[in-house]
């Protein structure tokens, strides 16, 4: 079994800057690929970082340049720094991990720009 635990979601300011971090634990072995995505009321989940297991990274336009992601893999954790966040940001994030091909997932914290 592997558990996600996400922390750090709350209300920020338009402009404003937070820290997202997922703790994974349970069998997770090796170092497995790992990511953020985000729903928002009415919309489909959507990527919006992922970093693979040999640390490449990707990010969809709508946050290249002011998301990044980053991993201690001592720790399990992978984090999110959102900066310059936009109302659109609003959205429940969630922690992914893929192992032997299954995703795993946090329960989501809620983030909300808006001022």
């Known amino acids: 079994q592997v558990q996600l635990v996400e922390s750090g979601g709350g209300l920020v300011q338009p402009g404003g800057s937070l820290r997202l971090s997922c703790a994974a634990s349970?069998?997770?072995?090796?170092?497995?690929?790992m990511g953020w995505h985000r729903q928002a009321p009415g919309k489909q989940r959507e990527l919006v970082a992922g970093?693979?297991?040999?640390?490449?990274?990707y990010y969809p336009d709508s946050v290249k340049g002011r998301f990044t992601i980053s991993r201690d893999n001592a720790e399990n954790t992978v984090y999110l720094q959102m900066n310059s966040l936009k109302p659109q940001d609003t959205a429940v994030y969630y922690c992914?991990?893929?192992?032997?091909?299954?995703?795993?997932w946090g329960q989501g914290t809620q983030v909300t720009v808006s001022s």
């Open positions: 970093i693979s297991a040999g640390g490449y990274i």
């Open positions: 349970g069998s997770i072995g090796s170092i497995s690929p």
């Open positions: 992914n991990l893929r192992l032997s091909s299954v995703d795993y």
